[in-house]
């Protein structure tokens, strides 16, 4: 099935039309050809510009754009990726409770201190000396 068209008027410099022009009659293709394919190819070049796509994410978490656009420009990939993380950033953090609270220092320290000591200590008594 053929995508929808949507007419786009807009004026150019002269030379730059007749630059055109030039081009689409050793091309013979039309004006229309043209200009969706510098288009396309423009917008490809955008995709794949690290400060490009740093702006698109930026207008994304901002609001200013919806995943939509960013699919259609970045990539059903970087879209996916930058969802995930807007989701994560949007998460609230759980707050830790406990249901007793915390013991008492005396309680907590209560008792006798056991001293550490190395287990391979009585072993390297018995090691063969060469």
């Given at each position: 099935?053929?995508?929808?068209?949507?007419?786009v008027?807009?004026?150019?410099?002269?030379?730059?039309?007749?630059?055109?022009?030039?081009?689409?009659?050793?091309?013979?293709?039309?004006?229309?050809r043209?200009?969706?394919d510098?288009?396309?190819?423009?917008?490809?070049?955008?995709?794949?510009?690290?400060?490009?796509?740093?702006?698109?994410?930026?207008?994304?978490y901002d609001?200013?754009?919806?995943?939509?656009?960013?699919?259609?420009?970045?990539?059903r990939?970087?879209?996916?990726?930058?969802?995930?993380?807007?989701?994560?950033?949007d998460?609230?953090?759980?707050?830790?409770?406990?249901?007793?609270?915390?013991p008492?220092?005396?309680?907590?320290?209560d008792?006798e201190?056991?001293?550490?000591?190395?287990?391979n200590?009585?072993?390297?008594?018995?090691?063969?000396?060469v």
């Amino acid at each position: 099935m053929a995508e929808e068209k949507t007419r786009v008027d807009f004026n150019a410099p002269k030379s730059l039309v007749e630059r055109a022009d030039s081009a689409i009659e050793i091309l013979d293709i039309s004006r229309t050809r043209l200009l969706i394919d510098a288009l396309e190819d423009e917008l490809e070049e955008l995709a794949n510009d690290e400060d490009f796509q740093r702006r698109m994410s930026d207008a994304y978490y901002d609001g200013r754009v919806d995943y939509g656009t960013v699919e259609a420009i970045l990539g059903r990939e970087e879209a996916m990726r930058l969802k995930l993380l807007r989701e994560s950033i949007d998460r609230t953090p759980a707050i830790p409770t406990l249901k007793d609270g915390l013991p008492s220092d005396d309680a907590f320290y209560d008792g006798e201190i056991s001293e550490w000591t190395d287990s391979n200590s009585a072993d390297s008594d018995d090691v063969s000396r060469v």
